[in-house]
């Protein structure tokens, strides 16, 4: 398809390898984290890892939406399904996501709770409007991608003053996961967190625009470089990136000009703004309560609240303790370091956030890398 | 008043397999109303809504995601960075313009 398939040439991409490794300094290494599970997904289908020079290492962030999930969340999510009357609305992805007695949306679904998989949140409005006698809950899930339908749907059940609707907000940011993986006290305690530099996302940065990314290159010292989602963008990321690097430079580079804009789309912005509001805290699954890291429903909104209306307590889930996930979200470890990837956790049956979706960097890796050796060179950790 | 007649499009199975984070360029294939409109994704017709972006006309691509479209794709900046992979690739035949 257009401007996906050009962005895809191999020889191409071959090329830019070969510039990489001419200009990647052999004296030094390169940590380089991929915010995006969208980057995590096609660093590991394109195999990017394969034509890199083993000093250029790519670190897998936490960039998927529903890795990130905590799983008390789920479980509230389950508890909604199942009242009386109930159609719970979301997204595929979150079907399967199993909680720790191995309960998910899709086994409520076989139980006889009515689970609905939409595609958007339009399909969710649409529900409640076609079934007024009973109560619809959207489960809104995502980064700063997916927040302006949400914002949308909101907006519009309020003109139509529907009153069987209502949203359950988990919707979380980009810039706070940056900064919390770069200051936290667990990333002093993990040890030295060794990123140099950041290949923002690319849809993200479609919404919120380049310029949040300003903070942390001058703040941090670190590189940022925005890429589209394709084999190429990323590859060519990675260049800016080492030449950055090489020439002691911080500053944010836009590699996907065809759809980032400095300040984003203005538009979307001001409508979430409208809606939600930040919270002061929310717990990401891997990382931890990070504070500023969430949206909730503005109280003008309280009506369409789901929170609010069914009075949701969210208890706190620890996973496995096997689980490295919070280290290899931060850069310190790596897929193949926990005792338990491949053999307990699998994308069939995952224990931590890093295996749960296709974005996840466990999942990434179990699907696409799990054969390849290791790079004894590119080996940060002993 | 344009949210009445929206009609739920049953995404094709594909569809529903993308990760949700995953957003792609897609071809307006014709606009429906003032706020929707329908693309041609690969064959598949499918309705998304406008009202995050401005202008869309017929032949413009839109970052699509999870039925909204996100930004408008700049077509003149997709073929410059394209020139770029060129030059960085050393490919004089492929230099733009
Ligand atoms: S393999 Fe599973 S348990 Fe181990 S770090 Fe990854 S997600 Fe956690």
Redesign the interface.
């Known amino acids: 398809m257009k401007y996906i398939d050009e962005f895809r040439a191999g020889n191409i991409a071959r090329k830019i390898a070969g510039k990489i490794l001419a200009e990647a300094d052999s004296r030094r290494r390169y940590h380089l984290m991929e915010f995006c599970g969208g980057h995590t997904h096609a660093i590991s289908r394109f195999g990017i890892p394969d034509l890199l020079p083993g000093n250029i290492r790519m670190i897998h962030g936490p960039g998927c939406p529903v890795c990130v999930l905590p799983i008390g969340r789920i479980e509230n999510a389950i508890q909604l399904a199942k009242m009386p009357g109930m159609i719970l609305c979301c997204y595929g992805d979150v079907l399967r996501v199993p909680t720790l007695s191995g309960m998910s949306l899709l086994k409520a679904k076989a139980q006889g709770a009515d689970v609905r998989l939409i595609y958007s949140s339009t399909d969710a409005i649409n529900i409640a409007r076609q079934n007024p006698h009973r109560t619809a809950v959207f489960f809104a899930i995502g980064f700063e991608t997916t927040t302006p339908p949400t914002a949308v749907v909101i907006k519009q059940a309020q003109q139509l003053g529907l009153v069987n609707f209502s949203v359950f907000c988990n919707h979380v940011l980009t810039p706070s996961a940056i900064s919390h993986i770069l200051q936290s006290p667990e990333v002093r305690e993990l040890g030295l967190v060794s990123i140099d530099g950041f290949i923002g996302p690319a849809h993200v940065s479609v919404v919120i625009g380049s310029q949040p990314y300003e903070y942390f290159a001058e703040e941090f010292q670190k590189p940022v470089v925005i890429a589209g989602f394709e084999p190429l963008d990323v590859m060519q990321a990675i260049l800016m990136l080492v030449r950055q690097i090489n020439a002691g430079r911080a500053v944010v580079e836009n590699e996907f000009t065809r759809a980032v804009m400095p300040a984003g789309n203005v538009n979307a912005k001001s409508l979430v703004a409208d809606v939600f509001e930040l919270r002061r805290s929310f717990e990401w699954r891997g990382l931890g309560a990070v504070p500023y890291s969430a949206l909730k429903i503005k109280a003008c909104y309280a009506d369409f609240d789901a929170e609010r209306r069914f009075e949701i307590f969210t208890p706190s889930i620890a996973d496995n303790k096997a689980c490295e996930c919070g280290a290899i979200l931060r850069g310190v470890k790596r897929p193949q370091d926990c005792k338990i990837f491949g053999t307990v956790c699998t994308p069939e049956n995952p224990i931590g956030s890093c295996m749960v979706s296709s974005e996840g960097a466990c999942a990434a890796y179990y699907r696409y890398g799990r054969l390849r050796p290791r790079h004894a060179a590119a080996s940060g950790s002993a | 008043m344009t949210?009445l007649n929206?009609v739920?499009i049953s995404?094709s199975e594909n569809?529903?397999?993308t990760?949700?984070?995953?957003?792609?360029?897609?071809?307006v294939a014709q606009l429906i109303s003032e706020d929707r409109a329908m693309v041609d994704l690969?064959g598949v017709r499918k309705e998304?809504?406008l009202?995050?972006?401005?202008d869309v006309k017929p032949g413009d691509?839109v970052?699509v995601?999870?039925?909204?479209a996100?930004?408008k794709?700049?077509?003149q900046?997709?073929e410059?960075?394209?020139a770029?992979?060129?030059a960085?690739?050393?490919?004089i035949s492929a230099d733009m313009d």
């Open positions: 949210i929206y739920i995404a569809l529903l397999k990760p949700m984070c995953l957003a792609i360029p897609v071809r690969g998304i809504s009202v995050l972006v401005e691509y970052i995601h999870v039925g909204f996100l930004q794709l700049d077509q900046e997709a410059r960075t394209l770029m992979f060129a960085v690739a050393g490919d």
